[in-house]
Each structure stands twice: as structure tokens, then as C-alpha cells.
């Protein structure tokens, strides 16, 4: 399929709180925003809202099944969280063409989720490989500088980490895409996966930068934290079967709004860094 600039593509989805809690124990992301009605009734939310990385999962279900189409490659992801998403809510994801170069086999896409009312749930932009391009991903980004804060905040300090290790099975991904929908050959098709020039099936971006949500969500800053803002750099292949170490660390505290921006990455038991972000979460309505 040959993409133009102004091409469209939309998809609309109805999550239930079924699908909040599947998604939790397929991520371990069991931050009570999502899952507990009762704590998320004592937040601004006054209910349970959708994890970020499942509105991000429906943007990949685009990218990967409708446009550009199957064999699409993600690189980079840039979303900010504008509306919660509730339960039994109509959204709608719309992925718009804005840029392309043929010669490196790259697209540049506007990504939108929105909601009944006319807000958006979630934009940003997204970078991809086209279909059919063999040069893989880009390798690692120099870490963005991050300008000076607070050195406390609640119990948060600057530098604090926490980690994870997890190692994604087959039987994780068919979960992934029987939840999300998402069906790119790349993440399901070893052959596929092969074609495109893989060792074999690759691990979905949310599922990686889903690594980050459990950390954030449930251990620092900890449990009721809110993603406001996320950006994703996919630098390397990770595989199913490959053991994933997520790491996140505190970089800037803002005290005056309750802010945090902590820097995240994903490496193999090697040592090889697979994907790299900066997360922007609101503190308010963590447990001390």
C-alpha cells in the first residue's frame, strides 16, 4: 500500500472495566486508577480511567492493521494524556499522514483519540518505518537534558530508581492481540518477523513501554500516580522469550504542581538498550 500525505485512518473502540483489568494483570500495571473503583473514587478521576499504554495500543492497532498496514514498524511515540478515558466510553483513534521520506522509508503521523464529548483523550505524533523496509530500528538516543527542580517531593527524591525484569511469552502476545486487536505480523508471524530481517516475533511498544507503567503506577512514584505525558524511542529489536530489564528514575520534581518527570528504559539481559522515554506524571493522588 502506497501512502500519500493527508491519507486517514480511524478506529473506534468501547473499553469495559473487564478490559482495564485484563489489561493490568497483562502489564502487572495494577495502579488502582485503573483497577480499584473505590480508590479511584477518592481521586480527581471520581472513577476508574483507561491505562495510557492502552489508549497507546490502539494507536499501534492502526499503525500496524490499517495505516500504513501490516509490516509497519514503530520507532518513536509522543503522546500527552489531555482527558481520562472512562469505561464503556466510545473513543476514536485517528492516525493522519504529515510527512514522508521514501528514500529512508519513513513516515511521520499525527496521533489523536477522541472522546464523545469532543475532547481529546490523548495526541501526539508518532515516527514509523514504512512496510517492506529492511533498515531496522535506529539504535539509541542521547538522553535529553532535564531542567533542575526541587530535590523533594511527598516521599520522592531526585535519583530515586526502581526496576523490573520480565520476560514476555508467546502466549503474552496472543493476550496482546486478542485485548488490543493489534495483529501486526511482526509481533504474531515469525515468518513475517524473518522477512522484515528479525530474529523472530517481535515485543509490541506497549507492551515494552508498559514495563514503565507497572514501575510507575505501582512503585515510584507509586500507586495512584497519573501519566500526563510520555515519549517513546523504540532503538533496538526486543524478542519474545528475551529477558527485559525496565528501569525509571527521577529526574525533575516540581512540588508547586504536583509534577515528576522521570527517565525510562528498557535493556536486554545483555546489556542492549530496546527503548528509551521520558514520562511527565501528576503526584497528586499517590499513596504516601
Known amino acids: 500500500m502506497r501512502i500519500e500525505i493527508g491519507d486517514a485512518k480511524t478506529f473506534t473502540r468501547r473499553f469495559t472495566q473487564s478490559d482495564f483489568d485484563r489489561f493490568a494483570r497483562l502489564t502487572r500495571d495494577n495502579n488502582p486508577i485503573h483497577v480499584d473503583p473505590d480508590f479511584s473514587a477518592r481521586t480527581r478521576f471520581g472513577q476508574t480511567v483507561a491505562h495510557g499504554m492502552m489508549l497507546y495500543s490502539t494507536i499501534c492497532r492502526v499503525l500496524g492493521s490499517g495505516l500504513p498496514g501490516p509490516g509497519t514498524l514503530q520507532v518513536c511515540q509522543e503522546m500527552i494524556f489531555r482527558h481520562p478515558t472512562y469505561t464503556d466510553t466510545d473513543i476514536t483513534t485517528v492516525i493522519e499522514v504529515k510527512g514522508i521520506d521514501r528514500e529512508k522509508g519513513l513516515a511521520q503521523l499525527k496521533t489523536t483519540i477522541h472522546l464523545p464529548d469532543g475532547n481529546l483523550a490523548c495526541e501526539g505524533s508518532a515516527r514509523v518505518q514504512l512496510p517492506g523496509w529492511r533498515g531496522g530500528f535506529p539504535g539509541p538516543e542521547k538522553t535529553m537534558a532535564t531542567a533542575p527542580g526541587a530535590t523533594s517531593l511527598k516521599h520522592l527524591k531526585i535519583g530515586q530508581r526502581a526496576s523490573t525484569c520480565r520476560t514476555f511469552t508467546r502466549e503474552d502476545l496472543t493476550e496482546y492481540a486478542d485485548l488490543t486487536g493489534d495483529r501486526n505480523p511482526l509481533f504474531n508471524d515469525s515468518g513475517a518477523a524473518k522477512s522484515a530481517g528479525f530474529e523472530r ?58 509534577l515528576v518527570n522521570l527517565r525510562d528504559t528498557c535493556k536486554t539481559s545483555s546489556g542492549r538498550v530496546v527503548c528509551q522515554a521520558h514520562s511527565l506524571v501528576l503526584v497528586k493522588d499517590i499513596e504516601e
Open 201 to 258: 516475533c517481535l515485543l509490541p511498544g506497549p507492551l515494552l513501554s508498559g514495563m514503565f507503567s507497572d514501575l510507575l503506577g505501582t512503585r515510584l512514584p507509586g500507586r495512584g500516580t497519573n501519566w500526563l505525558k510520555q515519549n517513546i524511542h523504540l532503538s533496538s529489536p526486543a524478542y519474545v522469550g528475551e529477558e527485559i530489564t525496565a528501569e525509571v528514575q527521577i529526574v525533575r520534581l516540581r512540588p508547586e504542581k504536583n
